[in-house]
């Protein structure tokens, strides 16, 4: 095994707490939409991959700024969301949660393939206006482009953490996520707090896709990162904004350690199946994550 060596230790944590909170944005898509509705959107990943194609479509055929690309995917997925709730969720409203389930893996096979057919199947980028040279911080040393896509998703964290608990809106939607018929009979709108949950949901998807896209290039296999969040959702809990940050944080850095360490002997690949091991046990010793509530059903 190879030795303990602190500076390296030091860089992958750090470079795993960055990539953590990267994957704390996406998780909050799951989050938001769990909350909300009871089903799990199995579409997130592909809600990413179709924003970040939006961005880099404007990038290359516009010539756009980077933010400039980031306001257009964020403008179309709100639509975009919006729509679909109210074109084909809303009408689920009531059905067995499986229903809005098969319609989200559903969803997400349409915008694969609708994806490919539009913007094609190769790489596309997004240039962040960052250099290249890594930024040392002590025996650090991080990617610039990382390091922004670290501080876009924990200032968007941060923005959301504050909506949830200092806005009305934020607190009637708490109010639903607790109980949909004690909020309907306080007078809140719960199908219209669907719909903002949904459209925040493709918020989140858009900064999402925007960072993933200037770090991994555009394509199709930029879905596969709704399957790497999730194993942070049910780690931190799928009803809570703190359990996907957290939850985040801990996969980013046992992937990383795991490639680090672990690689050598094994031939890489350890950081794929890291966070999944990671989820079984979870799984095994809290069903329903770090953060959590249990849910107690009377029979």
Do not use: H
């Not at 924990?154 to 607790?178: E, I, K, N």
């Not at 009979?185 to 200037?214: E, K």
Request: glycine share 12%.
């Amino acid at each position: 095994m190879p030795e303990f060596d602190l500076q390296f230790t030091l860089v992958l944590v750090t470079n795993g707490l960055m990539i953590g909170l990267m994957y704390a944005l996406i998780a909050l898509g799951f989050v938001l939409v769990y909350k909300a509705t009871d089903a799990i959107n199995f579409a997130q990943g592909e809600f990413v991959m179709f924003a970040a194609f939006i961005a880099a479509a404007g990038a290359y055929a516009a010539d756009l700024p980077f933010w400039a690309c980031a306001l257009i995917a964020i403008l179309c997925m709100v639509v975009f969301s919006f729509g679909l709730e109210r074109v084909v969720l809303r009408p689920l409203i009531g059905r067995p949660v499986v229903a809005v389930i098969m319609a989200t893996i559903g969803i997400a096979a349409l915008l694969r393939g609708f994806s490919t057919l539009v913007f094609g199947a190769g790489t596309r980028a997004i240039v962040m206006p960052v250099g290249d040279e890594p930024i040392y911080v002590g025996p650090v040393f991080l990617p610039p482009v990382q390091l922004v896509s670290a501080a876009i998703s924990l200032a968007f964290l941060a923005a959301f953490s504050w909506f949830f608990l200092r806005t009305r809106m934020g607190v009637a939607m708490r109010a639903v996520a607790d109980n949909q018929q004690v909020a309907m009979a306080m007078g809140i709108n719960v199908p219209r707090y669907f719909a903002l949950a949904w459209a925040l949901a493709g918020i989140v998807s858009a900064l999402g896709g925007v960072v993933w896209g200037a770090m991994l290039g555009v394509d199709n296999q930029l879905a596969q990162v709704g399957l790497k969040v999730f194993p942070v959702v049910i780690l931190g809990g799928l009803d809570s904004v703190i359990g996907a940050v957290i939850g985040g944080l801990i996969v980013g850095v046992v992937e990383n350690l795991a490639a680090g360490y672990l690689d050598p002997y094994v031939g890489g690949g350890t950081k794929d199946f890291a966070p999944y091991v990671l989820m079984i046990i979870a799984l095994m010793i809290r069903p329903y994550g770090l953060f959590g509530k249990p849910q107690i059903e009377r029979v």
